[in-house]
C-alpha cells in the first residue's frame, strides 16, 4: 500500500506498459526488440496482479507468488525465443523482421 | 388375327444400333457386317411375313382392317396422353416391305462398298438406327409419335451424311440438312399442336376417322377466312416440305449426296424423303375432307412446280450423284401430286393408289440407280460424268442393272415404272388439266436426263482410266440383281386390290390412249438421248450455247442457295438479328465479363492480408480477440 496512490494510478500504469509492449510487438523492426517487447507485456501483468493482490487483499499472498511465476514463465519463454531466433539466423543471416517474409503471396 | 409380332421390326434394328454402337472398336467389320445384314434379313422376312398374312387376309367385310397395338406412354390430363404402339394399315405393311427390302440391300452392299473403311462398324450403326427410325415413323399410331421417329430419323441422316466426318464439306452438307429439315419440323409442331389442340386427340385413328370430330366439325373455327384446321394441315405439310425435299426446302438433297452412296440409296433415294408423301397419305381423309380439300390442292402444285424444276435442274448437271438426287426431288413431285389430285371413294381414289405404287416402284429402280453409280463411282474413282465412258465394256452387271432401272424410271413399256407412273398420269388427267400437262413434260424429261446420265456413263469414248475399271465384288452386284428383278417384276402387282384411299379394292385398268401417249414421250426422250450423247459430239454444247443464260441458271439450280443466302446473312443476321445481337455482345457478355473482372480485383487488393509478416497475423489476432472481448462484454452487462 502506498500513501497516497490509489489504486487505479497504479492500473493504469500497468495498462500502458501493456500497451506499449503490444505496439512494440507490432512495429519493431528487429526481432530481438520484439522479444523485448514480449518483455513488457509479460512484466506489465505481472505489475498488475502485485497491485491488486497490496490494495484489495492484503491479507494474502498469492498475487505476489503469482508475480514470481510470471518471472520464471518470462524467462522460460526467452529461452525458446531466442534458441528459434538462433536457428532462423542460421538460415538468414539476418535478425531483421523484413528478411523473414518469404511465406507471402 | 394378332399382328403384334410388328413390334419386333424395329427393334431388332435397334438392338443392332446399340450393340453395334458401343463395341464399334471391338467388333470387326467382317462381323458387323454381317450381323447388320442378318438382323435386317430378320425383319425383312418378318415384313414379307406381315405382308403376306395382312393382304391376304386381313378385309372384313370388303374392307381392310386396322390393327393398332399401343400403350399409354406418358399422361398428363386423362385427355392428353402420349402412346407409343404399332398400327398395321395397308399403307404402313407396304412401307415395312419397301422400307425392309431396300434397307437389306443396302446392308449387303455395304459389306463391299464400304470395305476397307475405318468406321466400318459405325456405319452399320448408324444403318441400323435409321432403319429402326424409319420402321417406327412407319409403324407410328398417333401425331406425336410419328413426330418422335420424324426427328429421329433426321438425327441419322445427319449421322449418314457426315459420316466421313474430316471432309468439310461432308460436316457442311449434314449441317444444312438437319438445319433445314428442323426448321420445315417447327412448321410440323406447330400444325400438330394446332390439329391436337382443336380436335382433342392426336391418334390417327380418331383423326381420320369419318364420324370423328374434325371432319364433321372443321368449320367451326376460323383463322382469317380459313379453317384452323386448313391451317394446321398446311403446317403439317410443310414438315413433309422439309423432309421430301419440295420446293423451297429443297437446297438440301443435292448437298446430302456427300454421304457414301449406300446411304443416298436408302435415305434421300427410297425411304425417308418419302416419309413426306407417306404423311399425307397417313392423314389422307382429313386432307381430303377438311376445306373440300383446300390442304390438298396446296399438296399437288407444290408436288407438280417442283418435279418441274427438279427436272430441269437435272438436265444440265455433271455430277452423277447430283442428277439422281434431283431425280429423286422429281418423282417425289410425282408422288405428292398423285395425291394432291386424288379423291376418296373407290376408282376416284386412283391418285392415292398411283401414289402409292410409285412409291413402291421408285424405291426399288432408284435404289438400284444410286447403288449402280456407287458402283460406277467406286470403279472410277470420281463422280463426274467427265471421268466416265464406255463402261459397258468393263462392268457389264452393273450396265445391264443400270440399263433396266433407267428404261424403268423413263417408263418403258413393260417395266415396272411404266405402271406407276401411268396411273399417275391417268389420274391427273381426270382432275386437273394443268398439272397433267406438267406431269408429261416431265416424264419427257425425265426419259432425257436419265439416258443421257447411262450414254454418258457405259457408251461414249473410253477415258484413260489410271487402273482399269473392274467389276464390284459379289456382295455389291447381288442387291443389283435383286432389285433389278423388283425394277421390272414390281409393275405386275395389282396394286389397287391392296392399297387404296378407301381401303376397298377396286380393279385399274391401262388407259390406252393416255399410256401410249407416256410410252411416246418417253420413247421420244431416249431417242433424243441417244442422237445427243452416244457418240461424243459437239451437239450437246450447241444446244446449250444457244439457250444462254437460262442454260447458266439451270446450271446453278436457279440460284437458290444464293437467294437463301442472301436473305439469311444480309436480312436477317444484318437487320432483324443486329438488335438482339448488340444486346447479347454488349449486356449480357460485358456483364458476366465484368463479374470476372470485379472478382479479380477484389481478390487483388484483399490478397495483401498474406503478408508474410508475422507481426500482421499477430495484428489480427489480437484485434480479433478485442472486438470478441467487446461483443462478449457488452452482452455480460445487458
Known amino acids: 500500500m502506498i500513501e497516497g496512490i490509489s489504486i487505479y494510478e497504479i492500473l493504469t500504469l500497468s495498462s500502458i506498459l501493456f500497451f506499449i509492449g503490444i505496439y512494440g510487438f507490432f512495429t519493431r523492426g528487429n526481432l530481438i526488440t520484439v522479444l523485448l517487447s514480449i518483455e513488457l507485456i509479460l512484466n506489465a501483468s505481472a505489475v498488475n496482479f502485485a497491485v491488486i493482490n497490496t490494495y484489495l487483499y492484503p491479507d494474502f499472498l498469492q498475487g505476489a507468488v503469482f508475480s514470481i511465476f510470471i518471472i520464471a514463465l518470462a524467462a522460460a519463454e526467452t529461452a525458446l525465443a531466442i534458441a528459434i531466433v538462433i536457428n532462423l539466423y542460421k538460415l538468414v543471416y539476418s535478425v531483421e523482421v523484413k528478411d523473414t517474409e518469404t511465406m507471402k503471396y | 388375327m394378332d399382328f403384334s409380332y410388328t413390334v419386333l421390326i424395329p427393334l431388332i434394328p435397334l438392338a443392332l444400333f446399340v450393340i453395334l454402337g458401343i463395341f464399334s472398336k471391338k467388333i470387326p467389320p467382317s462381323i458387323s457386317g454381317w450381323m447388320g445384314s442378318i438382323g435386317l434379313g430378320a425383319s425383312f422376312v418378318l415384313s414379307l411375313y406381315t405382308a403376306y398374312h395382312y393382304f391376304l387376309n386381313g378385309k372384313l367385310n370388303g374392307v381392310y382392317q386396322t390393327f393398332t397395338y399401343k400403350s399409354t406412354w406418358l399422361i398428363f390430363t386423362d385427355k392428353l396422353h402420349i402412346d407409343m404402339g404399332v398400327l398395321i394399315d395397308p399403307i404402313s405393311v407396304m412401307m415395312l416391305v419397301v422400307v425392309s427390302t431396300v434397307s437389306l440391300m443396302v446392308h449387303l452392299y455395304s459389306r463391299g462398298y464400304m470395305k476397307g473403311d475405318d468406321g466400318f462398324t459405325r456405319f452399320f450403326a448408324y444403318l441400323a438406327l435409321f432403319s429402326f427410325s424409319m420402321f417406327g415413323l412407319v409403324l407410328a399410331t398417333n401425331l406425336f409419335q410419328i413426330y418422335i421417329f420424324w426427328e429421329l430419323v433426321g438425327a441419322s441422316s445427319f449421322l449418314l451424311i457426315g459420316y466421313y466426318y474430316t471432309k468439310p464439306s461432308a460436316v457442311a452438307a449434314a449441317k444444312k440438312a438437319f438445319i433445314v429439315t428442323r426448321f420445315a419440323d417447327l412448321g410440323f409442331l406447330i400444325g400438330i399442336l394446332v390439329v391436337s389442340y382443336y380436335s ?86 382429313l386432307f381430303y375432307f377438311v376445306e373440300d380439300g383446300f390442304a390438298l390442292n396446296m399438296v399437288a402444285y407444290i408436288g407438280a412446280l417442283s418435279s418441274l424444276i427438279a427436272a430441269i435442274i437435272a438436265l444440265t448437271q455433271t455430277d452423277i450423284k447430283r442428277i439422281l438426287a434431283f431425280s429423286t426431288m422429281s418423282q417425289i413431285g410425282y408422288m405428292m401430286l398423285a395425291l394432291g389430285v386424288s379423291k376418296y371413294e373407290g376408282h376416284e381414289g386412283l391418285g392415292y393408289m398411283a401414289s402409292m405404287f410409285h412409291l413402291f416402284t421408285h424405291a426399288m429402280f432408284k435404289a438400284l440407280l444410286f447403288l449402280g453409280a456407287g458402283s460406277v463411282i467406286h470403279a472410277v474413282h470420281s463422280n463426274y460424268m467427265k471421268d466416265m465412258g464406255s463402261l459397258r465394256k468393263y462392268m457389264p452387271i452393273t450396265h445391264i442393272t443400270f440399263l433396266i432401272a433407267a428404261l424403268s424410271i423413263a417408263g418403258f413399256p413393260g417395266f415396272a415404272g411404266f405402271f406407276s407412273k401411268d396411273e399417275i398420269l391417268v389420274a391427273a388427267y381426270e382432275n ?80 390406252l390412249p393416255l399410256a401410249a401417249i407416256a410410252s411416246s414421250v418417253g420413247i421420244f426422250g431416249i431417242i433424243l438421248a441417244f442422237v445427243f450423247y452416244k457418240k461424243v459430239s459437239d451437239l450437246p454444247d450447241r444446244f446449250a450455247k444457244a439457250f444462254g443464260v437460262f442454260y447458266k441458271w439451270t446450271y446453278h439450280k436457279f440460284y437458290f442457295d444464293e437467294i437463301y443466302q442472301f436473305v439469311t446473312k444480309k436480312i436477317l443476321f444484318g437487320i432483324v438479328a443486329s438488335g438482339a445481337a448488340w444486346f447479347d455482345k454488349n449486356i449480357v457478355d460485358a456483364s458476366m465479363i465484368g463479374i470476372g473482372n470485379k472478382t479479380m480485383s477484389i481478390s487483388h487488393k484483399i490478397k495483401g492480408m498474406q503478408s508474410g509478416k508475422f507481426q500482421d497475423y499477430a495484428m489480427a489476432f489480437v484485434g480479433g480477440g478485442v472486438i470478441l472481448a467487446m461483443v462478449v462484454f457488452y452482452i455480460w452487462i445487458n
Open chain 2, 432 to 511: 386437273n388439266m394443268l398439272i397433267y400437262i406438267s406431269s408429261v413434260t416431265v416424264a419427257f424429261l425425265t426419259a432425257f436426263y436419265i439416258f443421257r446420265l447411262y450414254f454418258a456413263v457405259f457408251w461414249g469414248e473410253d477415258k484413260k482410266y489410271e487402273h482399269t475399271p473392274h467389276e464390284s465384288p459379289l456382295s455389291m452386284t447381288i442387291p443389283l440383281i435383286f432389285l433389278a428383278i423388283l425394277s421390272f417384276a414390281g409393275g405386275y402387282i395389282p396394286f389397287s386390290e391392296y392399297v387404296t384411299a378407301d381401303k376397298m379394292s377396286f380393279t385399274s385398268h391401262l388407259n
Open chain 2, 200 to 285: 382433342g386427340t392426336l391418334d390417327f385413328g380418331e383423326l381420320n376417322s369419318l364420324q370423328g370430330s374434325i371432319i364433321t366439325g372443321w368449320a367451326s373455327t376460323t383463322f382469317m377466312g380459313l379453317s384452323v384446321f386448313t391451317w394446321g394441315l398446311m403446317l403439317i405439310y410443310l414438315g413433309g416440305v422439309g423432309k421430301s425435299a419440295m420446293l423451297p426446302f429443297h437446297i438440301w438433297l443435292p448437298d446430302a449426296m456427300e454421304g457414301p452412296t449406300p446411304v443416298s440409296a436408302l435415305i434421300h433415294a427410297a425411304t425417308m424423303v418419302v416419309a413426306g408423301v407417306y404423311l399425307v397419305a397417313r392423314l389422307f381423309p
